[in-house]
C-alpha cells in the first residue's frame, strides 16, 4: 500500500496506520477480562476465574470452556501481528527489549501490571 499526503506527495504511514491491530488486541484483552474476573501470574489460565492478559485477550476473541487450566492459547500471532512483529521496551525501566507478546507477559507476569494497565499501554487513548 502507498501512502500519500493531501497533496500527492508519497508519505510515510503514521503508527496507527501500521499498527492497528494493537487497538484490536487492547480491546480483546479488556473484552476477555470481563469473562475471568481475577488475575493469572506465571500461567495463561487459572481455574474458572483468573487469566492473564495474553489469555484475557485469546477469550476476547474465542468462547472458551470455563475450566482452562493448564491449556495455553494457540497462534494469537494470526490475529494480532503485532504480537510479534512489534518491539516494545519494558515501561518500567528494566531495560528490556522484547517483542510485544512477550512484553505483555513480562508486564503481566514480573511487574505484576493489571490487564487494564496493560492493555493501555498497548493502545494508548488517541488525543
Known amino acids: 500500500m502507498t ?3 493531501p497533496s500527492g506527495t508519497p508519505r510515510y504511514p503514521t ?65 494480532f501481528d503485532c504480537l510479534e512483529n512489534t518491539l516494545r521496551s519494558c515501561p518500567e525501566g528494566c531495560k528490556k527489549r522484547l517483542a510485544l507478546g512477550a512484553m505483555i507477559l513480562h508486564l503481566n507476569d514480573d511487574h505484576h501490571w493489571t490487564r487494564p494497565r496493560i492493555a493501555e499501554w498497548v493502545a494508548p487513548p488517541i488525543g
Open 3 to 5: 501512502w500519500t499526503s
Open 15 to 79: 503508527r496507527e496506520e501500521i499498527r492497528h491491530d494493537e487497538r484490536e488486541l487492547a480491546a480483546a484483552i479488556l473484552e476477555g477480562s470481563s469473562h475471568r474476573p481475577d488475575q493469572a501470574f506465571g500461567q495463561y489460565f487459572e481455574g474458572r476465574r483468573a487469566s492473564c492478559a495474553l489469555g484475557a485477550a485469546y477469550e476476547g476473541i474465542y468462547r472458551l470452556p470455563e475450566q482452562m487450566d493448564g491449556l495455553r492459547p494457540r497462534r494469537l500471532d494470526r490475529f
